[in-house]
């Protein structure tokens, strides 16, 4: 097992803490997983430049491998070497195809790591207003499912039940994303790769990673509610066109059913 641990918010002694959010999570460099997806991310930005020859597309390309790393974390909790396969899975499909929308990846990527509780913390106002902004700029580059699984992701958990990111949704498009033809195939196929695995990536399984800021572990159903929403989110994704901002999602949601495939495979008396 391989503990979810980004890293620890140090308490002031004698006084009520205050509020801890629930989207935050800095990396602690003491984790080995958390080391690898520092050095990943960096080589990917270094390929993205020489392959793409300029750094705002290779930023794309770094952005889409640690983005992947980081939600496959959320999705596998007890894991890591899923989210290590994640990365450079992400890396390859943005160096073909293009870096894709970032903001796309970090809705997403809020909205499940909401639905996963992985922090143990419920949403404070500003985690809400977060969850708001970016689901209006997912929304306004075109990528409305992670705009919905951003704005979406209070409701889905009991202890930060809240309206207030859903009128993100709503944002209207004021950006394209002009991919056309070839660029588009590998998203398409990593994005079908991924849900063609839902009903083993959205099974029952047990969760033993403690949560970053609660004492407890964190809690396999909410995982598993992570799991169907990012499949229903990538669905809606690959059907509705801005796939592109969706690579890293698909390569998470793909490592971790592999994952669970191959585990299946060779331990067919585990249960869940």
């Known amino acids: 097992m391989g503990g979810l641990r980004y890293g620890m918010t140090r308490q002031t002694p004698n006084k009520a803490p205050a509020p801890q959010p629930a989207l935050a999570r800095p990396l602690d460099f003491s984790v080995p997983s958390n080391r ?3 050095a990943g991310a960096l080589a990917a930005l270094l390929l993205g430049r020489a392959a793409r020859g300029n750094w705002w597309a290779a930023l794309g390309v770094g952005g889409a491998a640690f983005s992947a790393w980081a939600i496959a ?13 994640a990365l450079p899975v992400a890396a390859a499909a943005a160096l073909l195809g293009g870096p894709g929308n970032p903001l796309a990846a970090f809705a997403a990527l809020s ?3 909401m639905i996963a509780g992985t922090t143990g913390q419920a949403a404070t106002p500003a985690d809400q207003m977060g969850l708001l902004i970016q689901s209006a700029l ?21 202890e930060s ?12 498009r004021l950006w394209r994303d002009r991919a056309e033809g070839l660029t588009t195939v590998p998203a398409a196929l990593l994005g079908l790769g991924a849900v063609a695995l839902t009903p083993t990536f959205t099974a029952p399984e047990p969760v033993a990673s403690p949560c970053d800021r609660a004492p407890r572990t964190v809690r396999a159903r909410e995982v598993q509610r992570a799991r169907q929403a990012a499949v229903i989110s990538l669905a809606l994704g690959l059907g509705g066109g801005g796939v592109r901002g969706l690579v890293p999602l ?13 585990a299946g495979t060779v331990k ?5």
Request: charged share 15%.
């Open 36 to 38: 690898i997806a520092a």
């Open 73 to 85: 974390r959320e999705l596998d909790p007890d894991s890591p070497q899923t989210a290590n396969a």
């Open 111 to 113: 909205g499940l790591r």
């Open 138 to 158: 997912a929304a306004a580059t075109g990528n409305r499912s992670a705009a919905l699984l951003s704005a979406a992701a209070p409701l889905l958990t009991p």
């Open 161 to 172: 039940h809240s309206w207030q990111p859903a009128p993100g949704v709503l944002m209207p």
């Open 250 to 262: 698909a390569a998470a949601v793909l490592t971790v059913g592999l994952r669970r495939v191959r």
């Open 268 to 272: 067919p008396s585990a249960k869940s």
